[in-house]
């Protein structure tokens, strides 16, 4: 199967670093026109990709920045809101900032983007919106209330969009990456029985890469997955898909 995107506007945000980094790239080799959005960026810009500065909880921010991209390349066919950031914490001990927080940036940014790239899609009769959730939005962890409500949010948000945009041929979908090792999360800094103890969830029993998830974001961005909306698809190596995965390496 070849998936051509070949000249798509593809917008990623949160892209200056992580996963959103390594999406934004992965779709200028598909022959994308890529613009980031973050706060800031590394001083050495990342090859073919057009960097802009925007702050996806501003509604003026992100509506300046969506304009600015519709004036320079004329639509966007593709947005990923990647835009995320982790909140840890029991109920007792979070704060409500730090609450408020977390639901500002994973749920209002991907509001927010979305609602001011749907206008330029429907007027184009196409396009792909790529909403990252989270395992955590399957089966939560404790000390994650914060982050897995986010990003279940954001699974409902989803299914929501994919219908009232169904009509104009848009289709939206939202992805569950697993366990990618991240400066956020630190997975790979973790002592080696701690990683072992993670490991064992996965039914297959390796990290997962961010090329692991753009896979599946490629996919989900071509014309191969217009009659898929309104999903969450896991892209998680199967973690918990049984009790006990880690059973199967020990047999």
């Known amino acids: 199967m070849h998936l051509d995107l070949t000249d798509r506007v593809v917008l990623v945000t949160g892209a200056a670093r992580g996963i959103g980094a390594v999406l934004a790239d992965r779709f200028v080799t598909e022959g994308c026109r890529v613009v980031a ?18 702050d996806v909880t501003d509604p003026a921010s ?26 840890e914490g029991t109920v007792a001990e979070l704060g409500w900032d ?9 749920v ?21 919106i790529l909403n990252a959730a989270s395992f955590a939005a399957i089966v939560p962890s404790v000390g994650s209330a914060a982050y897995a409500a986010s ?3 954001v699974v409902a948000f989803t299914r929501v969009l994919a ?14 990456p697993g366990m990618v090792p991240t400066a956020m999360n630190g997975f790979a800094e973790m002592p080696s029985a701690a990683q072992d103890r993670l490991l064992d969830t996965l039914s297959i029993r390796r990290w997962e890469s961010a090329d692991d998830v753009a896979d599946l974001l490629v996919f989900l961005a071509s014309d191969a997955a217009g009659y ?6 896991d892209v998680s190596g199967g973690k918990l898909a049984t009790q006990i995965p880690a ?3 020990e047999r």
């Open 62 to 87: 992100v509506r300046a920045a969506v304009d600015g991209v519709v004036a320079r390349h004329g639509t966007v066919d593709v947005l990923v809101n990647n835009a995320g950031i982790n909140v």
């Open 108 to 128: 209002g940014g991907t509001f927010l983007v979305a609602q001011a790239v749907a206008p330029v899609m429907q007027a184009a009769g196409r396009g792909r």
């Open 163 to 176: 219908s009232e945009l169904g009509p104009w041929g848009i289709t939206v979908n939202a992805y569950a």
């Open 151 to 153: 990003k279940s949010a």
């Open 98 to 106: 730090a609450w408020r927080r977390c639901m500002d940036v994973n």
């Open 247 to 249: 059973k199967a390496y």
């Open 228 to 233: 898929v909306t309104g999903t969450l698809v």
């Open 37 to 54: 959005l973050d706060l800031a960026f590394p001083d050495a810009p990342t090859t073919g990709v057009d960097q802009v500065r925007c």
